[in-house]
């Protein structure tokens, strides 16, 4: 168990998280990270909503549609990066601050960060009708707004980890979760 405490900063220990997700992630695992935080009085295996504090952040979330099981091609991941710009695009013209950006390693992810926003039914509803509001609007034949990732506890992947789903193949390769340079 990590315990910010023993460390000699916020960067001393964000180093030591991301060397243990390395580690990890050079076993074979696959690895995740809670999108919001989760209540320090938490004691379990799992979190659920009840378990975390707030939101901070609002994932939009872009794959292909249809068959997920096995790794996105070269041209999928380039098809969800295009409309994940179209979102930002639209979204920055509403008055949108700008995302972190991340290639999931299947598609494309756009983190907005909230306001620190109560875990609540009401808050929980609201960004599931912007999720499917994005997916009415701009879903293509090809790529889809993930209209589940609405929950408090949602995980997503640790970037700079390899995303190890289904069978890779020459033209579907496992990829490194990758930040985008903003």
């Known amino acids: ?3 910010p405490a ?9 180093r030591a998280i991301e060397l243990y997700a390395t580690e990890l992630n050079d076993q074979g695992y696959n690895v995740y990270f809670s999108l919001n935080p989760i209540k320090r009085s938490f004691n379990g295996a799992s979190a ?4 975390i ?3 901070e952040f609002l994932l939009i979330d872009l794959d292909r549609a249809g068959e997920k099981k096995n790794p996105a091609t070269d041209s999928e991941i380039k098809l969800a990066t295009e409309l994940g710009e179209t979102i930002l695009e639209f979204l920055t013209a509403l008055g949108w601050p700008q995302p ?4 999931s390693g ?3 992810h756009l983190y907005y960060r909230l306001d620190d926003l109560p875990n ?5 509803k609201l960004i599931k009708k912007v999720l499917n509001c994005l997916a009415d609007n701009f879903n293509t034949k ?6 589940v990732v609405f929950n408090s506890s949602r995980i997503t992947k640790f970037p700079g980890t390899i995303m190890r789903k289904g069978v890779e193949s020459d033209d579907r390769p496992y990829r490194r979760a990758t930040v985008y340079g903003n």
């Open 120 to 124: 609540d039914p009401e808050l929980k």
């Open 6 to 14: 023993q460390y000699k900063g916020k960067a001393d220990f964000k």
């Open 142 to 147: 090809d790529i889809e707004v993930d209209r």
């Open 100 to 103: 972190k950006r991340v290639m």
């Open 1 to 3: 168990v990590f315990r």
């Open 53 to 55: 504090l707030q939101y």
């Open 106 to 108: 299947n598609g494309h």
């Open 48 to 51: 659920s909503d009840d378990d």
